[in-house]
């Protein structure tokens, strides 16, 4: 079976290999997380579930909206620089950049704008399920990390 990080190269080389994609390293997700950091730990779990389980997904697009899912391209955290209602809007913020700088399908933009469900659109394919879900346990993740960090450093 091939690795993850090579089954994203291999499905993703054009966004991975991208200037504008880096950009996602200038930015913190969650904790001492970056985006891009982020982005390729949630792809790389993706394609880890799709040949775990027997739910017959559609890789490609699955491994590039999970790169592009938070290609929002602000820092979220800095109420002055960040867009409006991130929480609830990034899944589109994303989807735009991505459609404006890369070549994705409209199957690769729905995965990507309803990622942050319930907040902001519902999953309609097995493939943004997937996403949502894997994106969510990362989050927490990293979140608790961030978390455990802060608190290790005060004691």
């Not at 997904?57 to 602000?74: G, T």
Request: glycine fraction near 6%; proline fraction near 4%.
């Amino acid at each position: 079976m091939i690795e993850p990080a090579q089954e994203v190269a291999a499905h993703a080389a054009d966004i991975l290999s991208s200037h504008l994609f880096e950009r996602e390293k200038e930015f913190i997700q969650h904790g001492a997380t970056t985006v891009w950091e982020h982005s390729v730990s949630v792809a790389n779990a993706c394609a880890r579930v799709a040949h775990a389980l027997p739910l017959h997904l559609e890789v490609k697009p699955l491994l590039r909206a999970a790169l592009l899912h938070d290609y929002f391209l602000y820092d979220w955290h800095d109420r002055a620089s960040a867009m409006p209602r991130h929480a609830t809007h990034h899944g589109r913020y994303a989807r735009a950049n991505a459609e404006r700088d890369f070549a994705i399908t409209e199957h690769e933009g729905d995965i990507i704008q309803s990622h942050m469900f319930p907040l902001e659109g519902i999953p309609s394919t097995r493939e943004a399920w997937v996403l949502t879900l894997v994106d969510k346990g990362i989050s927490l993740k990293e979140t608790l990390a961030g978390l455990r960090g802060k608190l290790g450093r005060r004691g």
